[in-house]
């Protein structure tokens, strides 16, 4: 019989791609992470690592064991989520991570809802980015995890998670109130912006990768002058004068709308899809089904918000 600890422990493998980071990950040695999957080798009489200069990698055998424990680990999660329906009550903690802008303009409004028509149930919230959050989802240190996909750039692995659309935004050039080109009516293309700055957040990051899809698209290479994660500081970069960004609607803060112009883009159509994830089969969880539907609910009234800096830009 298959141990369900060890198959988890080759699931984070694949997930970490590194013994040492899978170790940290289980807060575990490197020695006891490797005797124990040597032992789930001997339990399925298959080679399931293979080295490959001074690192191991998964066999085939090794993947398809991790993509078919999938449904193992739904089932278990299944079955906690029924043990949690026949208990009395609906109350507990769940353990949630949100990227900063839907951190302020979803998060926030949804705590203050459960506050009055789930009192009994208690979030902590991490303000963390996608990259940081999924791994931790994967490995049950988060409940459930909101994120983005942006059009252009790869979506964010969804295996093993169940997936809720919350909402899709635009996504607008932000130039400084005094560039040549903010008086110009209508849409501005990429393609003419290829000598300018760009303020943007890391390469290794999507928010970073979809500003060099997009200009990739127009036909050039963004030059970065400023990179951040934050989109208060983007907007103040650009209102300073110190380059141009592509900002998403709900990272327009009130604050800066003065010193930027929004304009939409001619040449390319760029949207960012905010979403929720957790764990495939905890989405019946009682808590989760109540948080999941109050965050779809906050989103659809965040729509209505959105549809207003839609009708001001055009």
Known sequence: MLNVTRLRL?????SCKTIAATAEASFMSPSAVSQQLATLERETN???????GRTVVLTDAALKLVKDSDEIFAAMERTEAQIALMSEG???????????????CIIVPTLVRLRKTAPNIALHVSDLEPEVALPMLRAEELDLMVYYDWTLVPSVPSQGLAITELLSERVYLALPQDHPLAKRAGPIALA????????????????????????????????YSFQTMDFEVILAAVAAGLGLALVPSLGFPEQHRKGVTYKRMADIELRRM??????????????TRIVLDTLSDISNEVLQQLDLIYEQIG
């Open 10 to 14: 080759l699931r984070e493998l694949a």
């Open 46 to 52: 298959l080679e399931l690592l293979k080295k490959e």
């Open 90 to 104: 609906t109350g507990g903690t769940i353990e949630l991570s949100a990227f900063p802008t839907a951190a302020r």
């Open 192 to 223: 003419e912006l290829e000598n300018e700055s760009w303020i943007a957040g890391f390469e290794s990051t999507s928010m970073g990768a979809v500003v060099q899809a997009a200009t990739g698209r127009a036909g050039f290479d963004a030059h």
């Open 274 to 287: 905010v979403k929720a994830a957790v764990r495939k089969g905890t989405e019946q969880a009682p808590l």
